[in-house]
């Protein structure tokens, strides 16, 4: 997602060219984690927590793999408007702050799973309160008498804004499983 | 998704709440379900092709959930503009059509997965191309010249176009799960 925003924010064919061929390898290795919690659950029938903990990962695989895909759709608008920059430069600010956010936050959600720090898990939520009211402003910007670019950018900016708030939910629902692994609160 | 199609389409509050409502009911199914396919994994430990049918299981219900929180979305954009209607006339053909295509394919998924019948799983790629290809014309329609309805609706159509193209893609990833245990031919 920062090479993707990147790309966004520079019109950068190559480093979007980047990003969805690094897609295939993020699948390949998704694959390859979900074979090995398969693995774990077939030789060692793990039970209670474990088991909880094994299903956890698998669902936190899903959420991963949704948060590449997304990139992808990032770096795809970029290269479909290429030369052209996608986005009018009254929302750059927007973007570069929502993925900012977004980036931190995948960067975190590693550091929560790695870690159990449910802390830094709850933190997660926090930060998704900031992507929804960035997301929140720029809507009002689109829907503004002011919005002089026209329609066809405007379903670009849309499609874009809805691509970085589900990347925060992601990362929210892999924090959320964690809080619940570690304090059996709440739904996985 | 059947409910929130005609609420989308009559401007009718009372079903937009009813789905909204709704939505609680399948949330709380899904979290059902999700338990008994953990208490299989504790006391079965099932192995090989029983395993990866109960994980296939697992992230079914992951993507029905996804698939109600879309008809969710629905609902809520037609509850945030009534009484107004949220599509222009112009494209309410679209979304009937859309529509029609979701519900089917969330019927026939259902069938699918109780079946196990892979001839409709495959059929269900097919689709899915239909669903592409209007909203591939719908966006058409949003970037043509002679779109006048303004930015504000732009942005509604942008969003439903991907609520549904999204649900579709739901229950492809499920029947290719249906697929993948039945024959052992491509990812789950």
């Given amino acids: 997602m920062e090479s993707a925003t990147q790309a966004l924010l520079q019109a950068d064919l190559l480093l979007a060219e980047q990003v969805i061929t690094d897609h295939e ?12 919690a398969l693995t774990v659950l077939a030789l060692q029938a793990p039970v209670a927590g474990d088991l909880r903990a094994v299903v ?5 695989i899903a959420d991963v793999e949704r948060m590449a895909a997304l990139a992808l759709h990032v770096a795809k608008i ?17 973007f ?3 993925g900012r956010i977004a980036v931190d936050m995948g960067s975190n959600v590693k550091q929560v799973v790695l870690s159990m720090d449910t802390h830094r898990a709850e933190q997660l939520a926090d930060d998704d309160d900031d992507m929804d009211n960035l997301h929140r402003h720029l809507f009002s910007v689109l829907m503004d008498r002011e919005w002089k670019h026209g329609v066809a950018p405007a379903v670009d900016v849309t499609l874009l804004g809805r ?21 059996g609160e709440s739904a996985v």
Wanted: hydrophobic letters at 35%; a positive charge; charged letters at 30%.
């Fill in 56 to 60: 956890s990962a698998l669902k936190n």
């Fill in 96 to 98: 570069t702050e929502m």
């Fill in 78 to 94: 970029t290269r479909r408007r290429h030369p052209q920059k996608v986005l009018p430069e009254e929302v750059n600010g927007y």
């Fill in 163 to 183: 691509y970085y708030e589900r990347f925060a939910d992601h990362a929210v629902e892999i924090g959320r499983r964690v809080i619940f692994s570690a304090t």
């Fill in 25 to 36: 390898a993020i699948l390949q290795h998704a694959r390859k984690t979900e074979e090995q």
